[in-house]
């Protein structure tokens, strides 16, 4: 359908699921030659060449655009879980995290120490030069302050700008004090090759300490992601707010998706084709 076809027309996009179509069967049906004409339609490829299932068949497949870049594909056993193994898809796009929240402020941009005195001045000594009188002493007042605004307007007008925030972000729950060393180390290094770019060894200090805090970071961040994974490794659910929440992902429902029907009729209407075989 037309929304099936505008949700996918992007690289971004995941077809995951159970097909009911074994990939690696060599009896190919009817279905497969469907789901293979689908995949060509709209430039999508399966990354999953493993048996996802107990029987030794792969029906769990994972559709991605022909030019996504997937770093990995692994099937892991959910044997007294489940007969269906659980899939993981790598991939190297960068998360998508929601803009952080601004605050904005209204101030007088130039400052009023900063504007020309002698131009403001003429300005208001001719406020008092007018002839209108509104007659009570309130009008007057209402007038003056009326004719004031307007000068500090125009020589100094109302402006948004943004606060920074002085809130620091919060640590990485993986971060232990050894890391922490050592990237203050970097940082320490950095500064003084900024100062001393042609030290060679300034240089290759830089570079150790740089190399170990990566490597040490990812080592301490697969093992946290793995312990947290295992607390819900029998609760689905917790599983994928587990992965959501590693991947910073809000989930959300507001961007177009195909609806269950679009892919209901696009996989299961394969008998109702008078021009299948």
Known sequence: SDQLEQSIQCSRVFVLGDFNTDVLSPQKSAHYQHLRNFCTEFRLRNVVTEPTRMSKSCLDLALVHADAHIKSCN??????????DLVVVQSTYSTLR????????????????????????SDVLAL???????????????LLSS??????????PLCRVLVPSSSKPKPQPWITPSLKNLLQQ?????????????????????????????LLNKKLKT?????????QRRNPKGQWRVLNQLAGRVPTRDFPAASVTDLTDTFAAVVHDPTRP
Not at 75 to 84: P, Q, Y
Not at 189 to 204: C, E, F, G, I, T
Not at 223 to 231: D, E, I, P, R
């Open 223 to 231: 093992q946290y992601c793995v312990k947290l994974f295992n607390t």
């Open 98 to 121: 929601p803009f952080p929240s601004h605050t904005y402020r209204t101030v007088r941009k130039p400052a009023l120490q900063s504007i020309d005195s002698g131009s403001c001045g």
């Open 128 to 142: 008092f030069q007018k002839s209108e009188d509104p007659g009570s002493l309130d009008g007057r007042a209402e």
């Open 147 to 156: 004719y004031l605004h307007d000068v500090m307007d125009k020589h100094s």
């Open 75 to 84: 099937v892991v056993s959910m044997e007294g879980v489940s007969d269906h």
């Open 186 to 214: 970097r940082r320490q290094l950095h500064r003084k090759l900024r100062k001393s770019p042609a030290d060679q060894n300034l240089l290759q200090q830089y570079r150790a300490v740089r190399r170990q805090g990566t």
